[in-house]
């Protein structure tokens, strides 16, 4: 419409803001203080909120009849309050309200400690349901700190599938499921589905699986919910693969053809015979290295399979052709065993390798830097320190990356950035054996080679499942080990002590060992040590300095002792099936009989069913298979597995998410397929952006 007497005035050039992304307090303005305290938890905006999604669910949405509670489990209840009492506290008892219930079929009572809002929020006579842990008291149920409501009103807290959310410090379940309720019933309305109908066929619209994901009507409502949720996100993923893969399309990489005899000499200066698997890799290999398409390979193999030597030949048939090769790993003492196992083979080839790590002094990375930019070292093997913008180099055309996973997409697409001439080949490793039904749906952009036999001189590990019980027994065996000059690994689940979590710490369970083994030299490193120290109690450990080395996972890769004899793991039931793997091969890599112990108090079947799987196989491929198919639907929300993409909603143990999975990577196909940039689609581009996996470093500890 025209202003009486002018022209149209001219359209405003301030893009117009999404109402998801406004400050809470403008978009929600009911919700009052509860932005500060939604604030708390990271949530500023309604998008926020709305993907702010519970951890786990409670189902109280069966009422049963007070006469048929079970012990030890979560119920839900309809009774009257035929008395309330309360216990005064004295000394450090708190305050105790105390609820006899009654029904048709029997009676109970509920406690609460310390909560005074009980006593005047609850009468004798009225009817409630109750909802909450139950246990017994002599013969008679106890609800213990149950949430409570009248019955016949409607509740977020009982008598109903309740979401439990993550909390912080001074927010309770019952403050933010109120509050998140408030923005859902304010802003879904705003929600605009990114898909169309065809597109998500049978899953619900995301409106309506965002409600049932946080306030689920029914017990059969959450599947679905969960279902959308986590096609989206692996939609993210696979369509940033599918972008990639599609700007990947038109790059030229250097072309280096390696003829036969060349081959022949490269393998002849190994100190080794390689297995058959070895010399079917460095076959891919070469022949990827002769294409002008650049080489996206995945060389997996199992603990000591001998990743390194094929990366070896390759980085050396690379140089000999005139090129520059990098070679990038997690970790300084890492990147410092590669250099020590690769150089004098390289050396022998007249290939010069050089090390280059952040600790190295502001010299020697100058003298470096301009030794790569002039080309005069062919082999650069370090840290992140590779991909420094200090680094320049003349003529790279392979970039070897070792256990891959540990790095993020831009870290790994800036080293490939490093190539002068085109676009380097990449080769990347990893000792995470990767599930056949995974490796079709996430990994089909690489092609994979896989090391199954271990070169000859490895020594078996043997395996025992023992309980606490058995720690004197276990701790009088590596005493015995050490008094014969042999070294020992201790692998914990936690940094510190816990109240939440009842499972041994690094630093307590050194300080147990130091006085329950006073005369051996005890060791601790984890992951929220600063890297330096923690590098140089490793050097100390590999200097057979430290008899026993108490840790985190963060010795799960890459640690090269050929002195350690024992693994003991504490808690073990609390490791993946594929990190115990890792961490048993960290011991039988030298001339001595060597130990895993899986420490377990665990009474839960499938837990000693998943321990068992370790103890009977050594074959890491068949205990991926078996993580998989035991971890099933498992922990459906915030599954994580080293190697593999960390997703918030999806679950890569659950079969049914597998599946839309496949059907993911289908349409994010065609939709790239018709649209690279998605610029005709910018609701899958803010999907893409919501629900993609970011980069996440750790160290493991």
Not at 368 to 390: D, K, N, R
């Amino acid at each position: 419409m025209q202003r009486a007497g002018g022209a149209a005035p001219p359209p405003s050039s301030v893009p117009e803001v999404d109402p998801l992304d406004l400050p809470l307090r403008r978009a929600v303005p009911e919700l009052g203080r509860g932005a500060a305290a939604l604030a708390q938890l990271g949530i500023v905006t309604p998008r926020q909120a709305l993907f702010y999604l519970p951890f786990r669910y409670d189902d109280f949405s069966e009422l049963r009849p007070l006469g048929e509670l079970v012990p030890d489990e979560k119920q839900s209840a309809r009774a009257r309050v035929t008395e309330l009492h309360i216990e005064p506290g004295f000394g450090r008892r708190p305050q105790r309200v105390v609820a006899e219930l009654a029904d048709d079929t029997g009676s109970a009572e509920a406690v609460w400690f310390g909560r005074r809002f009980v006593e005047r929020r609850l009468h004798r006579g009225d009817e409630i349901v109750v909802s909450g842990k139950v246990g017994m008291r002599g013969w008679r149920p106890q609800f213990t700190s149950p949430d409570f409501s009248p019955a016949g009103s409607a509740s977020l807290h009982t008598g109903r599938v309740v979401p439990v959310y993550r909390l912080t410090a001074g927010l309770t379940q019952h403050r933010v499921r109120e509050l998140l309720a408030r923005v859902l019933q304010r802003s879904l309305r705003d929600v605009h589905d990114p898909l169309r109908p065809r597109e998500r066929g049978d899953l619900p619209p995301l409106g309506r699986a965002l409600r049932m994901a946080h306030f689920p009507a029914e017990p059969a409502d959450l599947a679905p919910a969960l279902d959308r949720l986590a096609h989206d996100e692996l939609l993210a993923l696979q369509l940033v693969l599918a972008q990639a893969r599609d700007a990947r399309a038109g790059l030229v990489a250097p072309r280096m053809e390696v003829d036969a005899t060349e081959l022949a000499t490269l393998v002849a200066a190994l100190p080794f015979t390689l297995t058959a698997d070895q010399r079917q890799a460095v076959d891919e290999v070469i022949a990827d290295l002769g294409s002008a398409v650049p080489m996206r390979r995945l060389l997996q193999g199992d603990v000591g399979s001998g990743k390194t030597a094929v990366a070896a030949v390759a980085l050396a048939a690379a140089c000999r052709s005139g090129w520059q090769g990098a070679l990038m790993a997690p970790t300084e003492i890492l990147a410092r065993q590669h250099f020590v196992s690769i150089s004098p083979l390289l050396g022998a080839l007249g290939v010069r390798a050089e090390f280059l790590s952040g600790s190295l002094s502001p010299v020697r990375k100058r003298q470096i830097h301009a030794a790569i930019e002039a080309g005069e070292i062919e082999v650069l093997i370090g840290t992140h320190a590779v991909i420094s913008q200090a680094v320049v180099f003349r003529r790279l055309a392979l970039a070897v990356v070792d256990e891959q996973h540990r790095f993020g997409v831009e870290q790994r697409a800036a080293l490939q950035a490093k190539g002068e001439a085109g676009e380097p080949h990449l080769l990347a490793l990893t000792a995470t054996p990767i599930p056949r039904t995974l490796a079709l749906t996430f990994y089909a952009d690489l092609a994979i080679s896989t090391l199954r036999q271990l070169p000859p001189g490895r020594q078996p590990v043997r395996t025992e499942i023992r309980d606490r019980a058995g720690l004197p027994r276990i701790e009088s065996f590596i005493a015995a080990e050490a008094a014969a000059g042999r070294q020992t690994f201790v692998v914990v689940p936690l940094v510190v002590e816990s109240e939440a979590l009842t499972a041994a710490s690094a630093e307590a369970e050194a300080e147990r060992l130091r006085a329950g083994l006073p005369g051996l030299r005890i060791g601790i490193v984890h992951g929220q040590q600063k890297a330096d120290l923690r590098d140089a109690t490793m050097a100390r450990f590999a200097a057979r300095e430290i008899d026993v080395l108490v840790a985190t996972t963060v010795v799960e890769v890459g640690i090269d002792i050929p002195n350690a004899s024992v693994m003991l793991i504490e808690d073990a039931e609390r490791f993946g099936l594929a990190q115990l793997h890792q961490l048993r091969g960290r011991v039988g890599r030298g001339p001595h009989r060597s130990y895993c112990i899986l420490l377990s108090d665990a009474a839960d079947p499938v837990a000693r069913e998943r321990l068992d799987v370790v103890r009977a196989s050594t074959d890491g491929f068949e205990i991926a298979e078996a993580d998989l198919r035991l971890r099933g639907a498992g922990n459906l929300l915030g599954t994580r597995q080293s190697g593999l993409p960390p997703l918030r909603v999806a679950s890569l143990f659950e079969p049914r998410h597998m599946k839309l999975a496949e059907r993911a990577r289908s349409l994010a196909e065609a939709l790239v397929g018709k649209d690279p940039s998605l610029a005709s689609r910018p609701d899958l581009i803010r999907l893409r952006d919501d629900f993609a996996p970011r980069d996440e470093e750790t160290d493991g500890g």
